[in-house]
């Protein structure tokens, strides 16, 4: 039997990626980033809860690749927040838990982050405070 490769892959279609007009800043990548990997946390625990499969044992050396990751680029404080925002922001009943900030020389404050944009904001608003303060020293 001959095989007649002349029309091999004649119906296949591909989809093209549409190129973006501009590069994405590292606002856009950074809340894009959170938002997937919290779907993929809430996910496997889904298929914890609902079929009893775990997957966090599985994703184990997939975190901390996006640990050592984000601790490279961020440092240890935003790492830390950004884990706290992922994995531990949600109580059991799914609502949002606030983030308690302590001050030295003030009231301690409360802040929600509700979405990746909030947490984005929250970072560079305390990145800024450091650098205030670390001058007014």
């Known amino acids: ?28 990548l950074f809340v894009e980033f959170i938002g997937l990997l919290e779907a993929c946390w809430l996910r496997s625990n889904q298929a914890y809860e609902n079929f009893g499969i775990n997957l966090l044992e599985f994703e184990e050396d997939y975190h901390q690749v996006i640990e050592n990751i984000l601790l490279i680029k961020y440092g ?6 950004i ?32 979405n990746a944009k909030d947490l984005w904001d929250f970072l560079l608003r305390m990145d800024a405070q450091k650098n205030q303060d670390g001058e007014k020293k």
């Not at 490769?5 to 990626?17: D, Q």
């Open 83 to 114: 884990l706290w925002y992922i994995f531990g922001r949600l109580d059991e009943e799914n609502e949002v838990t606030p983030l308690v900030v302590k001050y030295e020389e003030k009231d301690d404050e409360e802040v929600l982050l509700i």
């Open 1 to 28: 039997m001959k095989l007649n490769l002349n029309n091999f892959g004649k119906n296949l279609k591909f989809k093209s990626k549409t190129p973006q007009a501009t590069v994405p800043t590292e606002e856009e």
């Open 76 to 81: 240890l404080w935003k790492t830390e927040v």
